[in-house]
């Protein structure tokens, strides 16, 4: 098995032509859009209704064959189009040979591929939302845990570990609207379409959007086939929720080291040295981290691919798959790691909140205090930095050294820099943060 055109091909053009390997993983929805074709066809009259039904249970056959193993792809079938409407004709005969009446492998795999990635969209929703799950609820446990909040990698001012996971939540909160916007514009089809130019035979394209789920044809014909804007929006989407888990992944690197002492990463998602006897290795962190770069390139390879071609298909366009297919994989993979790795970790607030109680992070809180004492802001940033530059924790300092420094203290500034009290002033509003999640899991 190989072409369905009939012409003959040298063996080094066959496998430059060839895209079975990537694209065989579509061979649900390429029957499923046959299906719709073939039963749209019959109701128009274009195909008999013997011929219909011969069509529709080959077609059910090769799913069911498919599905239980007992039929294998031929990779040597140029794609999966070939495959499944060679292997009907084989099973069923002439009707096989008419299935295709009225459409082209154009838009044919132009609808096989919104199909095939509405589909992994929803997983990967799924998957963003377990995500938010297991950080939510460690979030809720650790909602008050103090911690130091960072600018520049310096401890900055302080905030509660719950705050904190909060705002990775909403990272993958807004990767998931994102995903979600993308399917809406992809759910459209292309049948209909055919090579560029639509059909001269009397076919209802309403009838096979609706019956392949699709809110209604894409209206240009030669838009249909050549679009592929999708891809690259669902790949802009990977890659920037990649960048949102790597940015999550390096803050577990760092905070499971020595260093920050932060979180235990879960057995079974480190490994060990085969050196250093002491080593627990955050691979999985670093690799999702690393595995970002990847989603990069499948972006700018899928942009570099459509760059430039004329309207309508292109031969080009069969590299959309390997892009798309590898950042889907890619980003699916990570996300499904990095759910139990959270939802696994395990907390020092200890730790935290003993880097909390050093660095200085209640300075703002002692400048803050006396503006509240009617010192102009500069004058009491200048104070405060005085004060620092002592060295001495804000919190053991002596009234008298405080009003050294400046008149305006007094006693009220020992709960100006209590590190509980700071943290309770800002009054972060981790539970509406937490009841945001909440409606967002519900949603989903
Ligand atoms: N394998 C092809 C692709 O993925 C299917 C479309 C082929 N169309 C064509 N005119 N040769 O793009």
Known sequence: MNNLWGGAIADAARELNSSIAVDSRMWREDIQGSLAHAAMLTKQGILSEADGAAIKAGLEGILADLESGALAIDMTAEDIHTFVEMTLTARIGEAGKRLHTARSRNDQVATDLRLYTRGQIDALVGLIREAVAAIHDKAAAYADAVMPGYTHLQRAQPVTFGHYLCAWAMMLVRDAGRLSDARKRLNQCPLGACALAGTTFPIDRDMTAAALGFDGPV????????????????????????????????????????????????????????????????????????????????????????????????????????????????AALCLSVLSPMIAGMEPHPDAMRKAAGAGFINATDCADYLVGRGVPFREAYAVAAKLVHGGKPLEDLSLEEYRAAHPAFDEGVYAAVDLDACVKRRNLPVDEELAALETFLKEQ
Request: hydrophobic share 45%; proline share 4%.
């Open 219 to 330: 209206l240009n014909s030669l838009d249909a086939v050549s679009d592929r804007d999708f891809c690259v929006e669902v790949l802009s989407a990977l890659a920037l929720l990649a960048a949102h888990m790597s940015r999550m992944a390096e803050e577990l690197v760092l905070w499971s080291s020595l260093e920050f002492g932060f979180v235990t990463l879960p057995e079974g998602f480190v490994t060990g040295s085969s050196i250093m006897p002491q080593k627990k290795n955050p691979d999985m962190a670093e690799l999702i981290r690393g595995k970002t770069g990847r989603v990069y390139g499948d972006l700018m390879g899928m942009l570099t691919v459509l760059k430039g071609l004329p309207l309508a298909y292109n031969k080009d366009m069969q590299e959309d798959k390997q892009a798309l297919f590898d950042g889907l994989d890619t």
